[in-house]
């Protein structure tokens, strides 16, 4: 089986890093997503590690350690539209989401 | 414009009338699946599809059907919906498992 594990909820201030981190158990390994999600709507694709290592995609960068089974999602320069679900997911047949880290970004 | 449609966005019904959630993509995907979204539990696969005529359960399959006769539709069907379905529905579409998946707009079902 699979199983995922993210914080429930983060705050952080305008301005600042903050880094969400997803940790996984699977039976087979083909790369981990992370999905962005604002209240009520559909989530987003943001990033997809298959190798270990970190990869930048301007203001969002994510972070996979294969050995270790982590993975985290790091937010430079936060802005208030970045208050969101943030999703980390195993993909599969039946893929398996995370519960979602709610982020609050505070003035 | 690339898209995952789906109708109708909100719906509210009563127990045990048999009710459809349309989803359609026009990016020529051949995986699709429907998922359910509920408050402290996370987006759940209802159900699947590879391709034409093929689906497969998700992890909450009971008191829902699908069906794929077109590559580009895939319905999710309640034929006798009760309270406890109440929720978020998401289509979603990918080129296969291993890709980035495109969500539909969301459908919030509220059956009384």
């Known amino acids: 089986g699979q199983n995922i594990d993210q914080p429930t909820e983060m705050t952080a201030t305008e301005g600042a890093i903050v880094q969400i981190n997803c940790t996984y158990q699977t039976s087979g390994f083909n790369g981990l997503f992370w999905y962005q999600q604002h209240a009520g709507e559909a989530p987003t694709f943001l990033s997809y590690?298959?190798?270990?290592g970190l990869e930048e995609k301007g203001r969002f960068s994510s972070f996979l350690s294969r050995s270790k089974g982590y993975s985290y999602l790091l937010l430079k320069e936060l802005q208030m539209k970045d208050s969101a679900s943030y999703l980390c997911a195993v993909p599969g047949y039946i893929p398996t989401f995370g519960r979602g880290t709610s982020l609050i970004v505070h003035p | 414009e690339a898209q995952v449609t789906q109708n109708p966005r909100y719906l509210i019904t009563v127990t045990g009338k048999k009710l459809t959630v349309t989803c359609s993509q026009n990016m020529n995907h051949e995986y699709m699946s429907w998922y359910r979204q509920d408050p402290g539990l996370g987006l759940r696969q209802i159900y699947y599809?590879?391709?034409?005529?093929?689906?497969d359960k998700g992890d909450v399959p009971e008191g829902y059907k699908v069906s794929r006769k077109e590559k580009r539709n895939f319905p999710l069907i309640l034929e006798s919906p009760s309270p406890n379905q109440t929720s978020l529905y998401f289509c979603?579409?990918?080129?296969?498992?291993?890709?980035?998946?495109?969500f539909g707009p969301g459908t919030r079902l509220t059956v009384l």
């Open positions: 599809s590879m391709n034409v005529e093929v689906t």
């Open positions: 979603a579409s990918s080129f296969s498992t291993y890709n980035e998946q495109f």
């Open positions: 590690n298959v190798l270990d």
